[in-house]
């Protein structure tokens, strides 16, 4: 068994341990075939010399992420240490640019590497698909895009909207006038908006249709025109509705699809029509497909061992 030293000297101690050793935790669960003893600023870990190989190279990732980002959190421990085996250490880009302030004045940035391919694909493609699990900020980055393209005035207009699905409920008639029965499913649409807007200003500007939320089935008919366009939760739009909505893009517009191919809640006699839009609009030229996976779940850390757990049992089950 061998022995290295690693010591911290560019990143404080109380920083690298994390409450309760959260942090030091993440990386020995990363390492399982070493052994840990810390004290202090010196870390002494035994082990086979090909995994102490990998640790090294490791931690000099997250030093140069933590001297690029000023951050020590989980989701960087877990970038830095995303590396394969025996990899050439590199630093994992991630763009630090803040698109702007929110509304409790935190930084509005892509948090993911998948989340940064989003920003470059929506700058060199007009309509940007974006797949992947719950919680991998494919909403919230769609709506942070359409903000900033409203800020600089690329753009005079933003609608989000989505299916009026039901996710395996029956809700039944809902009371109200038509904007408070569909409410309900555009919530998370207005949560990520109160995010990065103030509420009387995001108000008035609902008022007066600057931005506008509506279920999908309002596009019809419409030519979409100097806008930004976000279709949320798309795995639950039909073929018909999926195309239908494609085709309402006019001059000057940009469209994100958002969706989840796993969590399809449509009654079983109708097909999703978003497994055959990827199919066979991929190619082409303006299209992009940006396809984001766990490592970009930015929600409780359980999330993500939530849905490996799924994946896992579902892979099992065919």
Known sequence: MTELIYTLEIINPQLFYGPNNQHLNL?????????FVARGDEIKVFGDQESLVNFRGGMEVLEKLYIKTGELNERTITDALEIPEGAEPEVRELNDDVLFIGTRGQKIKAKTRNQRKMLDACKSNDVLFAIGPAGTGKTYTAVALAVLALKNREIRKIILTRPAVEAGENLGFLPGDLKEKIDPYLRPLYDALEDMIPLDKLKSMIESRTVEIAPLAFMRGRTLDNCFVILDEAQN????????????????????????????DLPKKYMS??????????NIEGISIVELDTSDVVRHKLVKEIIKAYEKSEDQNQ
Request: avoid cysteine.
């Open 27 to 35: 990386i020995k669960a990363k390492y399982p075939k070493l052994q």
């Open 237 to 264: 739009a039909t073929e018909l509705q999926l195309k239908m909505f494609l085709t309402r893009m006019g001059p000057n517009a940009k469209m994100i699809i958002t969706g989840d191919m796993t969590q399809v």
């Open 273 to 282: 029509g978003l497994f055959k839009a990827l199919r066979i609009l991929k």
